[in-house]
Every structure is written in structure tokens, then in C-alpha cells.
């Protein structure tokens, strides 16, 4: 059985593979799990000693040669819940920290899905309403589809607004109907000889540009350019308040 995530609980290579023995072939005396797990019988007793101290494996009291047994795989789910419940104690003060070293002017680049998920996250994490220039419809992109699920419930538990001046392209397509599926969207079109590849959104201090866009889709090659500025979020946010004015008439 392959150990691997097991191991990203915290467990070292040889206490994986001697508690998977020792699910898969129970109670068993310590020669028993090196003959059946390959590891040195010297290591096996270091290793046994540490499974016991995470609560992973028992000795059976009463045996005439020392036997073990692991507990449970649920035991597993708990170590899973420890580490959370550790991470999210510590939270507050990395992001009190994190907060603490931000410039209020920066610019930095994600690319690809995960730069696409760290610029969503962002909008999440500052918690303001979002302003839409030449929106093509690309959180509809099947790439983004699990993590977008979540981030629509954690959008709306933060009451986040959403202001979109889509493409024309956009209008009457599965992409407009897709994200217009929510009270927390406002939406309307930029007239046809306007279409350009570009989209900027803007939240907070944050402006983001999305250069060489699709309609429902993105390059998975370009680079969303991110600006942290106060000056120069509220100058779109003002160009885009005069275009869905415009868009109106």
C-alpha cells in the first residue's frame, strides 16, 4: 500500500509502512512486522516506540513476546483535525503579522489555475465588493469549478458584491447565465466596439489585470499582473462607475 499520505500527516517513512503492517496483518510480535514490513528489526523497535507515543499502536499487555497492534485508522482523521485545529489557533497572528509587513503599494504576478485561486483568495481575503471591466466569463472555466463552489458560500457569508461590465461577447451566453446566478451580482455590457483581450478587476487596494482573455476560459500561460495601490484601485473603480453609467444609455 502506498504510505505517501499517511506521511503528510507528520509521519516519518518507517512508521508509515509499520502501521499499514500492522493493519493489514494485525497483532503481530516484533519480528513479525520486520519479516512483513522489511525494516531492520533494531529500527522496528525505535519505530514501535514512537507509534505508541502518537497513539497510533498498543502493546498487548499479558503476551509472552511483546505484541503490538494499531488502533483504529480513524485515529488518522484525529491527527488530520489536531493539525487543523493547531493552524487555525496560530491564524490571528500570522495574519496580524502577515497585515503588519504589507506595503500599501506593490506588484506582484500569479499565473496559471493556482495564480487564478491566489487572486480569488485575495478577493476573499480583503472582503470587498468587486469592480468588473470587460468580465469574459472565465470563473465559469471548468479548471476553476471545485474550488469556485466554495469560494461563492465564503463570498456570500462576506456579503461581497459583485459589479461586472462584461464583454458584449458575453450577453445571452451559458458563461452571463452562469454568474448572473446570484443576488450579489449586478451586471451589464460594454457596447460591441469596445470588446478588447483585456479584464481588470478591482477590490480594495487590489487591481487586478488579466491581459489576453477568452470568453469563458484562460490562457493557462498568462500572467494576471497584480497592483496594490490606493490611487490606483480608486481610479478604476471611478472609470468604472462613468462606463456602467454609459452602459445604461
Not at 111 to 132: H, Q
Not at 171 to 191: D, H, M, N, Q, Y
Request: charged share 30%.
Amino acid at each position: 500500500m502506498n504510505t505517501d499520505a499517511i506521511q503528510e500527516l507528520g509521519l516519518a517513512k518507517n512508521e508509515a509502512e509499520i502501521y499499514v503492517t500492522l493493519v493489514e496483518h494485525g497483532e503481530s510480535s516484533v519480528s513479525g512486522v520486520a519479516t512483513h514490513s522489511g525494516i531492520n528489526r533494531r529500527n522496528v523497535y525505535d519505530t514501535l516506540e514512537k507509534l505508541i507515543e502518537k497513539g497510533l499502536v498498543f502493546e498487548i499487555i499479558g503476551a509472552s513476546d511483546r505484541r503490538f497492534q494499531a488502533v483504529d485508522p480513524n485515529k488518522l482523521l484525529e491527527l488530520v483535525e489536531e493539525k487543523r485545529a493547531s493552524l487555525v489557533r496560530m491564524l490571528p497572528e500570522l495574519e496580524a503579522k502577515f497585515k503588519k509587513k504589507q506595503s500599501s503599494e506593490q506588484v506582484f504576478l500569479y499565473r496559471g489555475v493556482e495564480g487564478w485561486k491566489n487572486y480569488l483568495r485575495d478577493v476573499l481575503r480583503l472582503g470587498e465588493d468587486v469592480y468588473t471591466i470587460g468580465g469574459k466569463g472565465a470563473w465559469t472555466d471548468e479548471r476553476l469549478a471545485p474550488f469556485m463552489a466554495q469560494f461563492k458560500k465564503e463570498a456570500a457569508r462576506k456579503k461581497i458584491q459583485f459589479h461586472i461590465l462584461f464583454e458584449h461577447g458575453v450577453k445571452g451566453t451559458r458563461f452571463e447565465r452562469e454568474i448572473r446566478g446570484g443576488s450579489a451580482v449586478r451586471c451589464r455590457f460594454l457596447p460591441k466596439e469596445f470588446s478588447s483581450p483585456m479584464s481588470v478587476d478591482t477590490f480594495g487596494d487590489y487591481s487586478v489585470l488579466f491581459p489576453d482573455m477568452e470568453l469563458g476560459t484562460f490562457n493557462d500561460e498568462a500572467t494576471l499582473t497584480v497592483v496594490v495601490n490606493p490611487l490606483v484601485a480608486e481610479g478604476y473603480r471611478k472609470w468604472f462607475k462613468a462606463l456602467w453609467i454609459l452602459s445604461a444609455q
